[in-house]
């Protein structure tokens, strides 16, 4: 019987399953779990985003967030701040607390290891083609 080629939708799922293994871990020291990580590295990319936005950029549903947001805010790591004009809105924001220099260290250090020992040409090539793929992804969630 012949052997078949592994089907991407497998490579990439079990790469992602390692690489969430490997950051839970490190997060669990700062008693995160990969979901409220995400988020902090969200709002430490986009300060003041509001809630709907930062939903729309990890791609949950906004109950979701909120529960996150309520457990980052019970840690003291994040707050919400009143938009002005609207109170019913708000923007989030990191406190004092919050230290997403450790999340954003292991991002850059599973770049690295990820990207050890391939040309720059074949990870450029890499990227676009992974970006394409995240688009075509999109597309599968639509009826």
Known sequence: MPVRETMIFDTLTALTRSIRA???????????????????TAIGRDEGASQAQLAATLG???PTL????DALEQQG?????????????????????????P????RAEVDAALSEGIPEDDLA????????????????RQP
């Open 60 to 62: 949950i549903e906004t």
């Open 125 to 140: 090539a890499t990227r676009r083609t992974l970006a394409r793929m995240a688009e075509n992804a999109e597309k599968l």
């Open 66 to 69: 909120k529960r996150l947001l």
């Open 22 to 40: 490997a950051f839970e871990m490190r997060v669990e020291r700062y008693g995160l779990t990969f979901a409220r990580a995400r988020l902090l």
């Open 103 to 106: 999340l954003l260290g292991f």
């Open 77 to 101: 790591l994040a707050e919400r701040r009143a938009l002005p004009g609207d109170a019913r809105k708000h923007a989030v924001h990191l406190t004092d607390a919050a230290r997403i220099e």
